[in-house]
């Protein structure tokens, strides 16, 4: 198994533009969640989604939407990056019913 | 979820015994209490979870004092790359429970 991926790994936008950020799992996990991590700070959860079709919305959703169509992907829009989104975003994913959640090697936005 | 305590750096030596500790005062009789890890540029991997005992895997072993206010996560020999960002977490009860990151434990290790 991959495990959760995540693409790109880099990424700089400038302010304005939009993109969005892949995440992947191949373990057939219900429960995907993203966070953000800012430097010298825990993980703050964005947005997370209890399985395919079903999402809501975690500490800091603004900015950002989701969407669930499928079990395996769970992709991180950004409409219009600010300068404030600039972080290290992390994916994770786990088996319903459980708390153990496993991350992607994440990807590091800078916004310009 | 319940809020953690931690403190902010710990420093062990190589190959000698790590003990984390980690306050949850305020835990309530069906939280766990979950151990994360993050590495230096990676996202955070799952060490460790209990309940009321002691538990032991692979990576390390959790102890949960009797009153489960506070808990110890213990590296039995410390390595290089157990240098890390260690977080203690209680997930709300339920399933798939976010998980709430605090700032962790950075553990440094000396050679």
């Known amino acids: 198994n991959a495990g959760v991926t995540q693409t790109p790994k880099f990424q700089v936008l400038k302010t304005g533009q939009s993109m969005t950020l892949q995440c992947a799992q191949d373990?057939?996990?219900?429960?995907m969640s993203w966070y953000r991590q800012d430097p010298g700070m825990g993980l703050r959860l964005i947005h997370y989604?209890?399985?395919?079709?079903?999402?809501d919305q975690g500490e800091v959703p603004n900015g950002y939407n989701v969407s669930r169509s499928t079990t395996e992907d769970f992709p991180l829009r950004l409409l219009s990056a600010a300068p404030s989104q600039t972080s290290v975003y992390f994916c994770?994913?786990?088996?319903?019913?459980?708390?153990?959640?496993?991350f992607g090697p994440g990807t590091r936005l800078t916004v310009l | 979820d319940a809020k953690t305590t931690q403190p902010n750096s710990m420093e062990s030596n190589e190959e000698e015994p790590v003990h984390l500790p980690c306050n949850h005062s305020?835990?309530?009789?069906?939280?766990?209490i979950h151990w994360y890890r993050q590495l230096p540029s990676q996202g955070p991997e799952y060490v460790i979870h209990?309940?009321?005992s002691n538990v032991n895997n692979r990576m390390a072993s959790l102890a949960i004092a009797e009153d489960r206010k506070s808990s110890t996560l213990i590296l039995h020999r410390a390595t290089l790359r157990d240098a890390a960002v260690y977080y203690c977490?209680?997930?709300?009860?339920?399933?798939?429970?976010?998980?709430?990151f605090g700032k962790g434990i950075t553990l440094s290790v000396r050679p």
């Open positions: 994770a994913s786990a088996e319903g019913g459980t708390d153990t959640q496993y």
């Open positions: 373990m057939n996990h219900e429960y």
């Open positions: 989604s209890v399985g395919a079709g079903i999402t």
């Open positions: 305020t835990i309530s009789g069906t939280d766990y």
């Open positions: 209990g309940l009321t």
């Open positions: 977490i209680l997930p709300h009860t339920g399933a798939n429970s976010k998980l709430t």
